[in-house]
């Protein structure tokens, strides 16, 4: 399998921003998708700034930018100021604030006002029936499930993918996004299920090349890459043989 055989459309996930402006001459990324977490990590601390070099520099692509605030007024302030800095600008809005309240009716008044949501953090299908119902009338509208996550708890994602494309195809506006993947096998499970768009970080990305790797040839790699790793860091497991040869005077 290659990738051209794919429908899932690639979103470069993370907030390195020398990163994400290499990725805007790269083809295969349909879009970007970000959160304070990756901004944290990639050490953004001006966030005008950091969204506007990054949105000057990809204009054409859907980009996902998170408002930071607990509070839904105040949440839908930044909402409205980030959807003012580009067209092409989605705005991440966690299913609920940190109280455990949903954010139905920002999500819901943002979208009938024409800005692009992403409805993010959502891991079980009762939310994305939720979102569904809060995205209706919506123009575009991200609803990002969080499939890694679900892994993470020792659960098969793939059925909860499967079930929230058939809960959304209702609406087309709508699109599934599957974010934290951790392997190169979970773009072709996302494809597969038929989610729209699947978010990969750069180690990710870097992996690309691997999908339908020969698999002999594949093992050839790694048995030389064991090779050359020994003899680099000069290990051996039996000792050489002293030299017992006797010196003639």
């Known amino acids: 399998m290659q990738f051209a055989d794919l429908k899932v459309r690639l979103f470069a996930d993370g907030a390195d921003k020398a990163s994400m402006l290499a990725l805007a001459d790269n083809p295969l990324i349909a879009g970007f998708t970000t959160n304070p977490t990756l901004m944290r990590k990639a050490g953004v601390t001006d966030y005008h700034t950091f969204a506007r070099d990054v949105l000057a520099a990809v204009p054409d692509r859907p980009i996902s930018f998170e408002v930071v605030s607990d509070d839904f007024d105040a949440m839908e302030r930044e909402a409205r100021a980030l959807a003012a800095w580009g067209a092409n600008v ?57 499939a890694g996550r679900i892994a993470d708890t020792g659960r098969d994602p793939v059925p909860v993918m499967a079930e929230a494309v058939r809960i959304m195809s209702a609406n087309s506006a709508l699109e599934l996004v599957w974010a934290s993947p951790r392997e190169i096998l979970n773009v072709v499970q996302a494809d597969s299920v038929g989610c729209h768009i699947v978010t990969l970080t750069d180690d990710l990305i870097a992996k690309l090349p691997l999908l339908g790797k020969d698999l002999d040839e594949f093992s050839l790699e790694t048995v030389a890459m064991f090779a050359h790793d020994a003899r680099s860091a000069g290990l051996s497991v039996v000792a050489e043989p002293a030299d017992t040869t006797v010196a003639v005077a």
């Open 90 to 146: 989605c705005v991440k809005i966690p299913v609920t604030n940190t109280r455990g309240e949903p954010a139905g009716d920002l999500v819901h008044r943002l979208a009938v006002d024409g800005i692009h949501v992403n409805v993010t953090a959502i891991l079980t299908l009762p939310q994305v029936e939720a979102a569904c119902e809060w995205l209706a009338g919506c123009r575009i509208g991200y609803i990002s499930v969080f």
